[in-house]
């Protein structure tokens, strides 16, 4: 009724199915131009909808394409639809219009999504193992698993190039299961290698949002864990506050259920979401992980009281905590001083094959001491 409201009385409004909706201008004229009618259905939609007595918002993003240099209907909506997937990107309530360059991205983002699911089974995936470190002792407690594909012709690929992609084709669940299925083998090398007075080694495994809405997330995660004969125990699941805000009350299920199997979890990104307070007491956490963003922050007064508020939130809530992305020795100084549990960065080491990880472990060095007196020199670079 609203898109109705936005439109001449000659033009066409339809639900194409689910949450998108097409709207045909029959014709426009110098004034009412295509980006005018878009700012107005985006000004009715920012009123907000009365459901059950409850304000409900909701934003759209939206695509705009002429007809001038297509032939056909599903052309012109395949316009729309690839400037309505870039103005999604850019974030809520973003109106952009079509240009042929678009038309070479989707393409281009339709191979590598087709290259990325071929990949999953190809064993063009790896994965670097990133120490953290006690910052009391500067000895390894554990490793973050940290995904790489190794594509052939574009070579090594980053997780932030891939991973979004795998989200939204769902090839992130597979992806999802490799990982932990590589990462299981990984911690059976790590805890043989580990000498008998140490505690062995915890990696870290990143979730996805979309991963959590799986139904038997637990039950198929731990039934991995127990086939590689590794215990839930030494596996911590990092998940982002995104991921829970999805919902709430699904996402705190599944966090029981993984606890029951003796998984540790961790709230990655910490501080960079929409944290709530209420939430953090509600959530079954082991760890805080705070985002890097902090740490490269905290040389100004307000950059380390922030680092100390989230300090002091981990203790309230009785979670361990841990710093990432420490670059340098003086951060890491400082976060021992404050009693941060645990640190993670280039310091220490970048994420590592995993020869080299077990190679630590056996090593039993501290790492990442810059000019500490009588401690071995770092073995990682
Ligand atoms: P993240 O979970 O926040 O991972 C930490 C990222 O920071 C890693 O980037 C790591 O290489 C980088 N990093 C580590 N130490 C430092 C440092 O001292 N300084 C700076 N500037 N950066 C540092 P990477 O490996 O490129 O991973 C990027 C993101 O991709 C991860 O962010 C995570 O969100 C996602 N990701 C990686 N592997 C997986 C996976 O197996 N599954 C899922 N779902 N996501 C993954
Ligand atoms: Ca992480
Ligand atoms: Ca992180």
Redesign the pocket.
């Known amino acids: 009724r609203r898109l109705v409201q936005a439109v001449r009385p000659g033009d066409t409004v339809a639900r194409l199915g689910g949450d998108e909706f097409a709207v045909l201008l029959d014709g426009h004229n110098r004034y009412l131009t295509p980006s005018v009618v878009a700012e107005r259905i985006q000004e009715l939609l920012r009123q907000p909808m009365l459901v059950d007595g409850h304000e409900l918002f909701a934003p759209a993003s939206i695509g705009l394409a002429t007809g001038d240099n297509v032939d056909d209907a599903e052309a012109l909506l395949r316009d729309a639809d690839a400037a309505r997937y870039i103005a999604k990107g850019k974030g809520k309530s973003q109106v952009e219009v079509f240009s042929p360059e678009m038309h070479t991205r989707m393409k281009h983002r339709l191979t590598l999504a087709t290259e990325l699911r071929r990949a999953v089974g190809a064993g063009e995936l790896a994965l670097r193992y ?1 120490p953290i470190v006690e910052l009391a002792t500067s000895r390894i407690v554990g490793f ?4 790489r594909w190794r594509h052939p012709d574009r070579g090594m690929v ?3 190039e891939f ?1 979004p992609l795998a989200e939204n084709t769902g090839t ?1 669940v597979a992806l ?1 299961r490799w ?1 932990l299925i590589e990462a299981c083998a990984a911690i059976s090398s790590m805890h043989a290698a580990t000498q008998p007075d140490r505690r062995p080694v915890t990696v870290t ?4 949002a979309r991963q959590f809405q799986e139904p038997n997330l637990a039950a198929d995660l731990a039934s991995i864990a127990i086939e590689a004969g590794v215990q839930p125990s030494s596996i911590a699941l ?1 998940l982002t506050e995104t991921t829970l805000m999805d919902d709430v009350e699904s996402a705190l299920a599944t966090m029981d259920a993984l606890k029951a199997y003796g998984f540790r979890l961790a709230l ?2 910490f501080g960079t979401g929409y944290s709530s307070l209420s939430y953090l007491k509600r959530l079954p956490l082991d760890i805080l992980k705070i985002d ?1 963003s902090f740490v490269s922050g905290m040389s100004t007064p307000q950059g380390e009281g922030m680092i100390q508020t989230i300090l002091r939130l981990g203790d309230t809530f009785g979670l361990s905590t841990l710093a ?4 340098t020795d003086e951060a890491r100084v400082r976060l021992r001083d404050m009693h941060c549990t645990y640190g ?4 220490f080491a970048e ?1 590592l094959r995993r020869k080299e990880a077990v190679a630590l472990i056996a090593d039993d060095a501290p790492l990442g001491e810059g000019v500490a007196s009588g401690a071995e020199p770092s073995t990682a670079r």
Not at 324 to 327: P, V
Not at 344 to 347: A, H, K, S, V
């Open positions: 990133q973050e698993a940290l995904v980053m997780p932030t991973i992130i999802g990982v495994v990143n979730l996805s990092e990655d990104d890097k990432e992305g420490i670059e993670q960065g280039f310091l994420p």
